[in-house]
């Protein structure tokens, strides 16, 4: 899914309402990972197994933002609802939404789910000990691939 115009700051697109968070300041390192799984057969007579392509595993996209502008915790509580499934009473309703990543040209709209939210509190607190800076390491696993 690509976006319109690249933005010049990275975020996270809900991709039912709509709602994004934009980070303060663009992520230092990203690490975008993809592994693939073989079977080794084992053949009599060879010194080696041949392999045989088995399955793509998910391609995994990590990385770190500092929240520091605005409501630090509610940004976290943001960013932990997508990893949660909506219920009324006990019984689910939907899944945990979805996001688009945007940052720049190098994701211009990646479909994702959030899979991990580290939240890391710095010293810095407000006289009512809410913080006023947080680390989130977050990985995000591909749903739908982009075409290069």
């Known amino acids: ?60 996209i990590e990385f770190k933002i500092h929240l520091f502008q605005g409501p630090v915790m509610e940004q976290v509580a943001w960013l932990r609802s997508r990893q949660v499934p909506e219920r009324e009473d006990a019984r689910l309703v939907a899944a945990p939404h979805s996001v688009l990543f945007l940052f720049g040209t190098m994701y211009s709209g990646v479909l994702c789910v959030v899979t991990s939210v580290k939240a890391d509190f710095h010293s810095l607190f407000s006289p009512e000990l809410e913080p006023m800076q947080c680390e989130v390491s977050l990985a995000l696993e591909v749903l739908e691939d982009q075409k290069r």
């Open 1 to 60: 899914m690509k976006w319109n115009k690249p933005p010049e700051k990275g975020m996270l697109i809900d991709t039912i309402n709509q709602e994004r968070l934009e980070f303060p300041l663009n992520p230092e390192q990203i690490t975008d990972s993809k592994t693939t799984s073989y079977a080794a057969i084992k053949v009599p007579g060879l010194d080696r197994p041949r392999y045989q392509f088995v399955t793509g595993d998910v391609r995994k």
